[in-house]
């Protein structure tokens, strides 16, 4: 009997992620699987460990990508970090932000949540006058918003959760490798990211870190993590004491090493320069197109740009137009912003010029059929311009 097998199309991804990964770590992907416990794949394990210390600018011990896609390092550091009844102050400035909070509800713990609207970050005034309030024992904050682009500034935050002695919970989904997390200077208790975006692997491991300090108040907890899978400390057993805890993928965690060995080749703040470059390559070509950004300059995030769609157009027509006439995905708005912003991803291998170009050049054609006119000339020119006076020394 023939089989038919269906054939994953050739794309290029510049949505929210996953983005297109360096031909290496395809390569890493296709080594021969081996055990969990093979201790060839615990010096793979450790490597990783060392690396991922490099990223996310740490020194802590408890640094691994934990099975499961950036929503279990969620889950994770959620689990882990809170207890029925403590107070978590949940600050929310679009999609993932609320996720958390759904989170430490499911957690039981005593939330309180601070809105702020979508496309700006959060407030510092208002975070402050919120833990004046006293008694909070964890913030959650999101660091690059991926649901509207932004980009949360830190200084602020860290100083007055160091004042008030309250634990930040870090989302760095859609920053870590391709944005400064600055896991020690700032001060954070525990973080966790995904292996898609700007890491530059495919789906299925979440990076996440723990201070020493979140170590110790696990070790204090008067309730077990009420989520055995994601119990830091039993993973820790595997990951330290090389005691089966589950069956590892070593064919994720090869991919895995190799995206980060290519960052460490490349250089984490050369990378880091080469998605601003490109950031603002992409945003000086939107603007003399005659398109806008959704969010102010100060707040915006290198990783993940968020463009208006202009007023008339079909968002979801022209997403389907550039995915079925040039076989590129970019993503749509979520939530309150569904159908007024696209998406388009600048991480990791994928934050390139010639994307850029590839991009801007597919939607003024997919605007046209619209009956949209756009100024591509003068925008393949800004962008160009723009990326070549932010040259890298
Ligand atoms: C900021 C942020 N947090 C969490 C997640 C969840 O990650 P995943 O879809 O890998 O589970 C995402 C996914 O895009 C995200 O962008």
Redesign the pocket.
């Known amino acids: 009997m023939t089989v038919k097998r269906p054939a994953a199309p050739m794309r290029t991804l510049m949505g929210?992620?996953p983005l297109d990964i360096h031909p290496n770590v395809y390569r890493a992907l296709a080594s021969p699987v081996i055990g969990h416990l093979d201790p060839a794949y615990i010096e793979v394990l450790d490597q990783i460990r060392e690396r991922l210390r490099m990223v996310f600018q740490t020194e802590n011990h408890l640094t691994q990508a934990s099975p499961?896609?950036?929503?279990?390092g969620?889950e994770m550091c959620v689990a882990n970090m809170l207890e029925p009844g403590d107070r978590v102050l949940c600050c929310v400035h679009g999609y993932?932000g609320a996720?958390i909070r759904q989170m430490a509800e499911r957690q039981d713990a005593a939330v309180t949540v601070l809105e702020s609207e979508w496309g700006m970050p959060d407030d510092p005034a208002r975070i402050e006058a919120a833990l004046k309030d006293g008694g909070y024992k964890v913030i959650t904050l999101?660091h690059?918003?991926?649901?509207t682009g932004v980009l949360q500034p830190m200084d602020d935050v860290v100083r007055l959760a160091k004042s008030y002695g309250v634990k930040i919970l870090l989302?760095t989904?859609?920053s870590l490798g391709g944005v400064d997390v600055k896991i020690d200077e700032w001060g954070i208790d525990a973080a966790y990211s995904?292996s898609?975006?700007c890491i530059g692997s495919p789906?299925g491991l979440?990076p996440i870190t723990f201070s020493e300090r979140a170590v110790e108040a696990m070790k204090q907890r008067s309730h077990p993590v009420r989520a055995w899978y994601l119990d830091a400390q039993l993973l820790d057993e595997y990951w330290t004491g090389h005691k089966y805890h589950h069956t590892s993928s070593s064919t994720l965690n090869y991919g895995l090493l190799e995206a980060l060995n290519l960052i460490e080749e490349e250089g984490l703040s050369n990378r880091i320069d080469r998605h601003l470059r490109n950031h603002r390559a992409l945003v000086a070509g939107i603007e003399a197109m005659g398109l806008e950004m959704f969010v102010a300059p100060e707040y915006r995030l290198p990783s993940l740009n968020t463009v208006r769609v202009p007023e008339g157009i079909d968002d979801a027509k022209v997403r389907g137009y550039l995915l079925e006439t040039f076989n590129l995905e970019i993503g749509g708005g979520l939530g309150a912003i569904a159908g007024k912003v696209w998406r388009v991803g600048l991480m990791g291998y994928a934050s390139s010029p010639e994307r850029i170009l590839f991009f801007m050049s597919c939607l003024s054609h997919s605007l046209a059929a619209q009956g949209h006119a756009t100024d591509l000339k003068s925008g393949l020119a800004a962008a160009m311009d723009t990326h070549e006076k932010n040259r890298l020394p």
């Not at 499961?68 to 279990?72: D, E, F, H, N």
């Open positions: 929210p992620g499961g896609t950036g929503t279990s969620m993932f996720r999101v690059a918003e991926t649901s989302d989904v859609t995904c898609q975006k789906p979440a």
